[in-house]
C-alpha cells in the first residue's frame, strides 16, 4: 500500500507539471499563469485546491532546504552492530551515503565477497532520507576544515561522504562540456520553463534520474526540450535554491518500499 501511494503521488505530480517560458537559462523570472495548487505531505506532488488539504504552514518557496530534502531517500551501509560499516579511504574512516540503491547493493556484494563473509545478515543496506544526509555532510565539510588546521584530526573521526549514481553520473556528461564534466558530482536534471506552481510560486523540479524527467515530458507531449544539468550539492548550499524542488528517483522509491517489506534493524540513527 504504502509503495502503490508513492507511485500515485509520482503519477500526480507528473499530471500538476505545466510548461512556461519563464526559467531562462539559470535565471529565474515570474511566470504570469497561476495554477492554484495545495502541498501535500512533505512531497512535491500536486492535487486540485478543492481538496484544500495543508500539512505545512510554510509556504513550499519559503521552507528551509533541509525540509525540501527529506522525499529524498538515501542508503548506507550497516554492520552486524547496526552501525554504519567504515571504509578506509586516504587514511581516512568514511562511511558511504548512497543516492543509488543499485551502487549501494554493488558495494554490499564487494565486501561479502572480499570478507568472505559467511552470514549475509552480518551486514545490510539501511535508509535514512536526505535531510539526514545533509546535516552529516555539513559534518564532513567542517571536519575537511578542521584537518586543514590539524592534520592529527582525520586519524580521530569519522567522515560521511556521499556517493552520487554512477549511471546519473554518465547520462549527465552527455550534456556536458569536457570542463564542466569535470567538475559536475551529483547531477540533478531539468528543463527550461519546466515547473510546477506551489504556493502560487512557479517551482522548477529537479529530477535525480533523468530516464524520471523524459517519462514526465513525454506523458505531457513536450517536445524539442532541452535537458539542463545542476551540481546538486553546489545548489543546496547556496542561497537560490527557493525556486527548486527535488523529484526522487522512482526506481529508488521502488527499492525503499520493498526495504521497508523486509524491515531493517534498529540502526545508528
Not at 515570474?30 to 495543508?54: A, D, E, H, T, W
Not at 554492520?79 to 548512497?98: A, K, L, T, V
Not at 543496506?125 to 582525520?154: G, P, R
Not at 570542463?179 to 522548477?204: M, W
Request: aromatic share 14%.
Amino acid at each position: 500500500m504504502h509503495f502503490l501511494f508513492l507511485v500515485f503521488l509520482f503519477n500526480v505530480l507528473v499530471e500538476g507539471i505545466k510548461i512556461s517560458n519563464g526559467f531562462k537559462g539559470n535565471t529565474l523570472r515570474g511566470n504570469n499563469l497561476i495554477l492554484k495548487r495545495n502541498l501535500v505531505g512533505n512531497r512535491l506532488c500536486m492535487f486540485p485546491s478543492r481538496f484544500s488539504i495543508f500539512f505545512w504552514k510554510k509556504k513550499y518557496h519559503e521552507r528551509p532546504i533541509d525540509e525540501k530534502l527529506s522525499v529524498i531517500p538515501v542508503y548506507i551501509i550497516t554492520n552486524n552492530n547496526n552501525s554504519p560499516y567504515i571504509f578506509n579511504e586516504q587514511d581516512r574512516q568514511i562511511c558511504y551515503m548512497f543516492l543509488c540503491p543499485d551502487d549501494a547493493e554493488n558495494m554490499l556484494n564487494e565486501i561479502i565477497k572480499s570478507n568472505g563473509m559467511q552470514n549475509r545478515n552480518n551486514i545490510k543496506l539501511y535508509n535514512i532520507n536526505m535531510q539526514k544526509a545533509y546535516e552529516l555532510i555539513k559534518e564532513f565539510m567542517h571536519l575537511k576544515k578542521l584537518e586543514n588546521q590539524n592534520s592529527d584530526v582525520k586519524n580521530n573521526i569519522v567522515y560521511w561522504k556521499l556517493i552520487p549514481s554512477k549511471r546519473q553520473t554518465q547520462n549527465a556528461s552527455v550534456f556536458l562540456s569536457y570542463r564542466k564534466k569535470s567538475e559536475l558530482v551529483f547531477p540533478v536534471f531539468y528543463v527550461d520553463g519546466f515547473y510546477v506552481n506551489k504556493d502560487r510560486a512557479n517551482i522548477v523540479p529537479l529530477f535525480f534520474d533523468i530516464e524520471d524527467l523524459r517519462d514526465t515530458l513525454n506523458k505531457k507531449g513536450v517536445k524539442n526540450y532541452k535537458i539542463k544539468v545542476l551540481n546538486f550539492v553546489d545548489l543546496i548550499f547556496s542561497e537560490n535554491h527557493k525556486s527548486f524542488g527535488f523529484v526522487p528517483s522512482s526506481k529508488s522509491l521502488e527499492y525503499l518500499d520493498k526495504l521497508n517489506k523486509l524491515g531493517t534493524r534498529r540502526s545508528y540513527f
